[in-house]
């Protein structure tokens, strides 16, 4: 019942727009992307901006923040948005070297803080783990996410609701994207994926489009 208060309240807003690849030690990567959410059970629409960085810190380890905006009204008229913060951590176990026309694989995980949605002191979480796979080629990164959430008053540092939750209760986003080498460093994207609440029946469909600065 929480989930489905806070999803009604809040909108889903976790697509990730970017694929298994990880950034080299100390290279930078900036982002911003627009999101449109659509429930197909009901008129509710949710649209979002989102910026992000993130910067390498070893070999087949990187680190991102992410910050969300929703730029629209919620689905009862009303102004009161509630945005995001996004931190997470990939790691990189399949083709660290980033050669073309091979497999990549990363795994990774993050949670968020959901502004202006507390009880007390407390401060609502989302606590996520995912795997992302993809294939590069000279001009196209083809990826695929998959991406677990648990909403929680608290951070789980270590992700043991995995074992603990029941997986039929758990957030669920599958998506499928696009990265387009325009130059050497810009990269559009576009990704699409659905927001499951209910096992993989109900649930919102997600559209990111943006673009992907690399250094």
């Keep these: 019942m929480l989930v489905y208060i806070c999803l009604v309240q809040i909108g889903c807003h976790a697509t990730l727009h970017r694929g298994p690849w990880v950034l080299k030690p100390k290279q930078i990567s900036i982002s911003g992307n627009y999101k449109k959410l659509n429930d197909n059970q009901t008129p509710e629409t949710r649209n979002l901006l989102g910026f992000d960085s993130r910067i390498g810190l070893v070999k087949g380890l990187d680190?991102?923040?992410?910050?969300?905006?929703?730029?629209?009204?919620?689905?009862?008229?009303?102004?009161?948005?509630?945005?995001?913060?996004?931190?997470?951590?990939?790691?990189?176990?399949?083709?660290?070297?980033?050669?073309?026309?091979?497999?990549?694989?990363?795994?990774?995980?993050?949670?968020?803080?959901?502004?202006?949605?507390?009880?007390g002191d407390s401060i609502f979480w989302v606590?996520?783990?995912?795997?992302?796979?993809?294939?590069?080629?000279?001009?196209?990164?083809?990826?695929?996410?998959?991406?677990?959430?648990?909403?929680?008053?608290?951070?789980?540092w270590i992700p043991d609701?995995?074992?603990?939750e029941n997986f039929a209760d758990l957030l669920k986003v599958p998506s499928i994207g696009l990265e387009y080498k325009l130059t050497d460093n810009y990269f559009p994207v576009i990704e699409f994926g659905r927001y499951y609440t209910d096992d993989f029946q109900d649930g919102m469909n997600i559209i990111s489009i943006g673009v992907n600065y690399y250094n």
């Design 127 to 156: 606590n996520s783990v995912y795997v992302s796979s993809g294939y590069e080629t000279n001009q196209l990164r083809l990826f695929g996410n998959f991406k677990l959430e648990q909403w929680d008053w608290e951070i789980r």
């Design 63 to 119: 680190i991102g923040y992410m910050r969300t905006y929703q730029i629209s009204s919620n689905a009862d008229g009303s102004d009161d948005k509630i945005d995001t913060h996004w931190f997470d951590m990939k790691f990189q176990f399949l083709n660290k070297d980033n050669l073309l026309n091979t497999p990549t694989i990363s795994l990774g995980w993050g949670y968020g803080d959901v502004i202006n949605f507390s009880q």
């Design 161 to 164: 609701w995995l074992i603990k």
